[in-house]
């Protein structure tokens, strides 16, 4: 029983494993200090959310380009006083600012972009790969070598994703237009997972402007009509709390709850912004396909004494505790359960748009579903994918 409760802190820190920027921490000042080497500062520090899976290849963190646009953005923002100053050598840059201003920074050295865009050179078929809340330029470390090994270009988004997904929606939306127009006979195709979900549906639908050469939306876990443990926002925290309802120590769990952020507000079942974006409709012309996990974590027969055991820890908290209250919704939360959810998103939302072309449920977790078997030629859930979008192809043709 424990060894399975504890399974818990694995999907948490995968799924929705927030690395809370300074905004999230404190009211404070703070610094900022972002690697330089060769010409490039590295962005990583202002990324938002990660992937908690640490590699000894992310050390190699997010590297841009230090250029005059980048001092000159630094400049403007000291002059507004939304910084409260900044120093450039050879080694560093040093940002000092009020940690509410956090996302001004951010916005300025740490805008969407794509990781190897360098690399396009008008490829027949390219795949861009979305990332999500928990994602990072790792998020596609199995698929997009297998993509390449099966003769799709992968581009990767990488963007700051504790923010709206109106921004990394607006650039992804114009890079394709600009793409399409510099290479009209590509043929794009959107792959993301989880959040990266809202954010291709919100730079796809509702529009009839300029094309975008996409012709299918691939979604992996994206919670279309929310999920409930949105509300934890911290890998350690849920890992603590989740830890000490087990050994039962009540001790030091009247823990204030973080500040939500705007992506984990879009996230929440209750989101209206997120129920008027799945409202606009995709173009006729582009295909979705939904793919869902039910890998959860907790067995069906498990999930009472699990919540009782939430129970007599709330009982012991204030009732006035918003982290007593945010405790509730792990007891009836079918993210967790076994055939119901991947551990963060219920399969009835990862799947409940009805205008599909395609949909496919795998016994996998939520990032599992980015995980790929030794052999990819063997992967069931990629297989699928190409299955679909070489079956679109033909009927094309």
């Not at 080497?37 to 202002?46: F, I, T």
Request: charged share 20%; proline share 5%; hydrophobic share 40%.
């Amino acid at each position: 029983m424990v060894n399975r409760f504890c399974l818990v802190f694995a999907i948490f820190a995968v799924a929705f494993s927030p690395k809370l920027s300074p905004a999230d921490e404190t009211a404070d000042d703070v610094t900022i200090e972002l690697p330089v080497r060769d010409g490039q500062y590295d962005a990583s520090p202002l990324s938002g959310f990660i992937l908690s899976i640490k590699t000894s290849a992310e050390t190699n963190g997010i590297w841009l380009p230090l250029t005059a646009k980048t001092r000159a953005g630094l400049i403007g923002l000291e002059a507004l006083k939304l910084i409260e100053s900044f120093d450039i050598n050879s080694n560093r840059i040093l940002i000092h600012l009020n940690a509410s201003q956090f996302r001004r920074v951010q916005s300025v050295l740490f805008p969407p972009h794509f990781l190897n865009i360098d690399e396009f050179n008008g490829q027949e078929k390219v795949v861009v790969l979305v990332h999500g809340l928990e994602g990072g330029a790792l998020t596609y470390r199995d698929l997009a070598p297998a993509f390449m090994a099966c003769g799709w270009f992968p581009l990767q988004l990488v963007y700051p994703n504790d923010g709206k997904t109106n921004e990394p929606a607006k650039f992804l939306r114009s890079e394709l237009e600009r793409l399409h127009k510099l290479s009209p006979n590509t043929r794009f195709v959107i792959v993301a997972h989880s959040l990266g979900g809202l954010v291709s549906w919100d730079a796809l639908s509702g529009r009839s402007d300029n094309p975008t050469g996409v012709t299918d939306l691939v979604t992996l876990g994206t919670p279309f009509k929310g999920s409930a443990l949105a509300k934890f926002q911290s890998e350690l925290e849920i890992a603590d709390v989740v830890a000490r309802i087990l050994s039962k120590d009540w001790s030091g769990l009247d823990t204030e709850n973080d500040g939500s952020g705007e992506a984990m507000q879009i996230l929440n079942p209750e989101s209206p912004e997120r129920t008027e974006l799945v409202a606009r409709a995709l173009p006729e012309d582009i295909r979705l396909h939904l793919v869902a996990g039910d890998a959860g974590v907790i067995e069906r027969a498990d999930q009472v004494k699990f919540a009782e055991s939430i129970q007599r820890l709330i009982a012991r908290l204030s009732p006035e505790s918003p982290f007593a209250t945010e405790l509730q919704c792990l007891s009836t939360a079918d993210e967790l359960i076994i055939g119901l959810g991947d551990g963060a998103v219920t399969v009835s939302s990862a799947v409940s748009i009805k205008n599909h072309a395609s949909q496919r449920v795998f016994h996998r977790s939520h990032s599992g579903l980015l995980e790929l078997n030794d052999r990819y030629e063997d992967d069931e859930l990629l297989n699928w994918i190409l299955l679909n979008l070489d079956a679109a192809n033909s009927h094309e043709h």
